[in-house]
């Protein structure tokens, strides 16, 4: 896909290879379309070539296919309502239209993500959690699983969450997903806290053949409490995802992280091996996060300047 973004060359990009050589030219905008032919993840894809297509020389269009609720990635829903408020933080939009949902095994999800250029990025600093004030999501079946699983998982969810957080309704939607909006069978939930502050937390699941509704909800609440135990301003699974764009940003950004994933710390080796950007990971200092795994991970971003605006 980033090959074709930028009508780059690109060997050894074949299965059992275990080196590629990639040339990049000039990044264009315009419509691009990446199919992965399976459930693999839209988000994977957008992930990959968001960074890209804002030093673009026009505004963009990609037609991304194949899973949108997969597993070993972001659902489609996290990074409409997760990672889309906070990575626009950067000083830049997109906009998600979600076509069609897929899931595993088949696929036939189609996601179409448009956005314009920037001149630069902006850094960020995500290092004051606030306090929870919202906790929200939805709860989904698709194709022939009956709305019941989809309540069930809610109740769940909302039941496992109480024993922990008594003071905040919790607001959890179940959802039939329309048939001309998805493709195959599934179900799944995610669940978001949202702080005075503005930090937004997750915790999702997806369902699995033989996995009663009630488990999967349970997972969802349990990933969503640790979550919010760790003292971060941000999730697990977000901090991986900011890292690229700290790389770039122009000055300074910091953001505040509960225990630092293997994820993050090799987008880090990547981001000062190919674009020379500094990072530095400290325990954080705050006397509230004492006795809690929290980390400050701050990056002096290298400032880069679209060429073409």
Same mark, same amino acid.
């Given at each position: ?97 979600? !076509? ?78 329309? !048939? ?111 006795? !809690? ?17």
């Amino acid at each position: 896909m980033i090959r074709d973004l930028c009508d780059g060359q690109l060997e050894g990009a074949e299965i059992g290879s275990t080196e590629i050589m990639f040339t990049p030219e000039k990044i264009k905008g315009g419509v691009h379309t990446a199919d992965t032919k399976t459930a693999g993840s839209v988000c994977l894809l957008m992930q990959v070539s968001m960074p890209c297509v804002l030093f673009a020389a026009s505004p963009s269009e990609l037609r991304l296919k194949g899973g949108t609720n997969a597993e070993m990635a972001p659902q489609i829903d996290y990074t409409a309502m997760v990672f889309k408020p906070i990575v626009e933080k950067f000083g830049f939009q997109f906009n998600c239209d979600i !076509k069609m949902r897929g899931y595993y095994p088949k696929g036939g999800g189609e996601v179409i993500v448009r956005m314009s250029p920037v001149r630069q990025l902006n850094p960020i600093n995500l290092t004051d959690r606030g306090s929870v004030t919202k906790i929200y999501g939805r709860a989904f079946v698709a194709g022939v699983l009956p709305f019941k699983v989809a309540k069930d998982m809610a109740a769940a969810a909302v039941r496992c969450i109480r024993k922990e957080i008594r003071d905040l309704y919790v607001n959890i939607q179940p959802v039939q997903e329309p !048939k001309d909006q998805a493709f195959g069978n599934g179900n799944g939930i995610i669940i978001i806290a949202e702080t005075s502050t503005g930090c937004l937390f997750a915790g999702s699941s997806l369902g699995k053949r033989g996995v009663n509704a009630d488990k999967v909800g349970i997972e969802a609440a349990e990933m969503l409490l640790a979550n919010l135990r760790h003292g971060g301003a941000v999730d697990e699974y977000l901090q991986d995802q900011l890292i690229i764009f700290m790389a770039l940003a122009c000055g300074v950004s910091r953001i505040k992280t509960g225990p630092v994933t293997l994820h993050t710390q090799t987008a880090i080796h990547f981001a000062e091996q190919l674009a020379k950007a500094k990072f530095s990971v400290k325990k954080s200092e705050d006397e509230d996060d004492a006795s !809690k795994d929290t980390y400050i991970i701050e990056c002096q971003g290298i400032g880069m300047t679209n060429p073409y605006l």
